[in-house]
């Protein structure tokens, strides 16, 4: 499976943005999909998961009621709507597949995506 991430850009505070993960190959729906974002200096944190159907989700606390994960199967995408955007959320977020479910940490994830950066300002 090959991931591609896209939607980034630089929003101000309070704004919005959707990421989208496009992949390719076979067997995307066997996979749960998760964003994970990596700030300069910062270890690579966890942000959302989704499960292969798309039934189940998990977020992380400081983003939870801010942000939404979704998935097209049909279309080979997740997307990660992104609102009440704060300064703090800035960093390179990156989309992974697991055929574990949904997990949080990063090394149990199979393939990676590469990152779009989203920038907020204050």
């Known amino acids: 499976v090959q991931l591609q991430a896209s939607g980034g850009g630089l929003v101000q505070a309070g704004g919005s943005l959707r990421l989208s993960c496009a992949a390719s190959g076979r067997a995307f729906s066997s996979y749960a999909v998760g964003w994970f974002r990596q700030a300069p200096g910062k270890t690579r944190d966890f942000v959302a998961v989704?499960?292969?159907?798309?039934?189940?989700?998990r977020y992380a606390d400081s983003v939870k009621s801010r942000f939404t994960i979704s998935r097209d199967n049909a279309n080979n995408t997740v997307y990660l709507q992104m609102n009440s955007l704060k300064p703090e959320d800035t960093a390179g977020y990156y989309c992974?597949?697991?055929?574990?479910?949904?997990?949080?940490?990063?090394?149990?994830?199979?393939?990676w995506g590469q990152g779009t950066q989203v920038t907020v300002s204050s």
């Open positions: 989704i499960s292969r159907s798309g039934a189940g989700t």
């Open positions: 992974a597949a697991n055929n574990l479910g949904l997990m949080v940490a990063p090394g149990v994830y199979n393939y």
